[in-house]
């Protein structure tokens, strides 16, 4: 394991995608994700993705010059067309339009269809509550890696959730979920460093868990939230289907491409001006003060951990295992980019 300062990581992925041409605004915007997300603590979505937006562009499922363009707009509502573009600037693009649209006529929602991965749900919903909106990012995947509740095949991506609300005093409230029992990311983290993972995670096409990490990276099922019936598991089976419903079925890109939806309310419509993060901090500081049942162990709530993994990566770096180190080493040689992290 070695650190990273993100400055170097920035250059880093930044020159990757110079060599696939891909436009100044977009490669700012997704290097910027993507870095902050490793920042935040998030490393399954973050730079570790990098090997395989290569491996898709290479296989031309990811278009680096794609033409991203508003398909329709209705009142409160947009479509946009990704052209094929890595997830990230088109994500962007309708979260900045939903929050636009939320300020003039209270909530807005804009779907994106024929796009790629765009990283972390969390990072969109933190947009608008950063600017004092509530934020909801949903996306599906094309690759099925979720099998539903009984299921022996994969129906499902991980199908995540982000939710994001702004407080007073209090740092945003920032949820950021798979609706599977942990993103596929976190499987291929413990693949990296050489880790097993918990039984529970992924199981195989007879439903017998899956604890060798290279294994199920290979061949693995990923278990919906909850993982058994017993458990809860149908509810993180229903929570996926509508992830899939609001971003592929809505967007008219069911079964082969990639979608996203975006929500963002505008609080000062419903209430008084800041009453809403008031409430909001009184909420927080209420489930904070919430009496530990192991005292060395706080109670938090959602963004807590993030916080503060950025706050300390920041100051000291970005852990980043040998082997995710060689994998970026041959994703520049395959790019033609510099390798640049060998001199960090």
């Known amino acids: 394991m070695r650190t990273i300062d993100d400055t170097v990581l920035r250059r880093q992925v930044a020159a990757v995608f110079e060599t696939w041409g891909m436009a100044r605004d977009h490669i700012e915007t997704t290097v910027h994700v ?21 491996k898709a562009k290479e296989e031309g499922r990811i278009d680096p010059k794609p033409e991203i363009r508003i398909e329709r707009e209705a009142g409160a509502l947009a479509l946009i067309d990704a052209g094929q573009s890595l997830g990230h600037p088109p994500a962007v693009l309708a979260m900045r339009t939903a929050m636009d649209k939320a300020r003039q006529v209270g909530a807005a929602a804009v779907a994106v269809r024929n796009s790629n991965h765009y990283g972390a749900a969390g990072y969109y919903s933190g947009m608008a509550a950063e600017e004092g909106l509530v934020g909801l990012s949903l996306t599906n995947a094309p690759t099925k890696q979720v099998a539903p509740m009984f299921g022996a095949d994969a129906a499902l991506g991980t199908n995540p959730i982000g939710f994001a609300a702004p407080a007073a005093a209090n740092r945003p409230f920032a949820l950021d979920m798979a609706t599977s029992t942990v993103a596929f990311g976190k499987v291929s ?46 509810k993180g089976y229903g929570l996926g289907a509508m992830v899939e419903i609001l971003c592929a079925t809505l967007s008219g890109c069911l079964g082969h491409e990639t979608g996203h939806f975006f929500l963002a309310v505008d609080p000062s419509h419903l209430r008084g ?25 706080p109670v938090m709530v959602a963004g807590d951990p993030e916080y503060a993994a950025h706050a300390e990566r920041k100051a000291n770096g970005i852990p980043m295992t040998d082997t995710l180190f060689e994998e970026l080493r041959d994703v520049c040689r395959r790019s033609g980019a510099p390798f640049l992290l060998e001199r960090a």
């Open 34 to 54: 993507m870095v902050e997300t490793d920042l935040a603590g998030i490393d399954s979505h973050g730079v570790g993705m990098l090997p395989w937006y290569q």
């Open 189 to 234: 983290i413990a693949r990296r460093a050489g880790k097993p993972i918990p039984e529970g995670w992924m199981v195989d096409r007879s439903g017998a868990p899956i604890t060798d990490a290279p294994h199920g990276h290979d061949v693995g099922r990923l278990t919906p939230l909850g993982g058994t019936r017993e458990l809860g598991g149908h």
């Open 273 to 297: 001006e800041g009453d809403f993060e008031t409430d909001m901090d009184r909420l927080l500081d209420m489930l904070r003060a919430t009496p530990p049942a192991d005292p060395a162990q």
